[in-house]
């Protein structure tokens, strides 16, 4: 076995010995925040946003109700969709997208991970995403989302749950979740939809950040 097939082998070993382990531990209790929906706004510069009713099985399936889904437009662009979800102090976390939109009859055209760097402040934030492109039935949409462990953004999900079972197996649990956006593509312009999310994720990013400093002091 080539040293570096055995480093990834024993990676997945490992986190698999993680979770067995937490399996056996006491159960986090849920720290539900109140108002949680508030903490992000519904009106981000330029942007009006408007919340998605969920179902309760959604909330029981997620284990959690700090979840945000809410659509977001402004003047002369078509809308977005923002998802947002967080559990502070948890090795829990929602799973990648791929399955719920498969789940739902999309199909992967194609994924890839990349960095946009994204205006903030006087500087740009390098942020590591992951872009999905999905279709059904000749509709095609653009994802793009990454996830959260304490104040850290990761593309990948390993990285993401290999940090928050180490701080928990520390006993210094952090909270973890994940942030996705999606939009419609039209005239088949994956690019100018991933444009649309940068100008959104611009907006919403300074916001997000702020939540994260306020719960992972």
Request: hydrophobic share 40%.
């Amino acid at each position: 076995m080539k040293l570096s097939h055995f480093i990834i082998v024993a990676g997945l070993l490992g986190i698999v010995a993680g979770i067995t382990l937490l399996s056996y531990l006491q159960p986090v209790q849920k720290d539900e925040l109140i108002g949680f929906a508030e903490k992000i706004p519904l009106n981000v510069n330029t942007y009006c946003g408007r919340d998605v009713p969920l179902e309760k099985r959604i909330y029981e399936m997620l284990e959690t109700n700090n979840v945000i889904m809410r659509f977001y437009d402004t003047k002369d662009k078509p809308e977005v969709l923002f998802y947002f979800i967080y559990d502070s102090g948890t090795y829990k976390t929602a799973d990648p997208p791929e399955n719920c939109v498969q789940g739902d009859g999309f199909t992967v055209l194609k994924k890839e991970r990349k960095i946009l760097s994204i205006p903030y402040g006087d500087k740009h934030y390098e942020l590591p995403v992951n872009v999905m492109l999905v279709e059904r039935q000749k509709e095609r949409q653009v994802f793009v989302y990454w996830f959260l462990a304490g104040d850290r953004f990761y593309d990948s999900y390993v990285q993401q749950r290999r940090r928050l079972i180490s701080a928990y197996l520390s006993m210094r649990p952090l909270g973890g979740g994940q942030a996705r956006i999606s939009t419609q593509v039209y005239g088949n312009d994956a690019e100018e939809a991933l444009g649309r999310i940068s100008d959104f994720i611009t907006a919403m990013l300074p916001y997000i950040t702020k939540f994260l400093k306020l719960h992972e002091k």
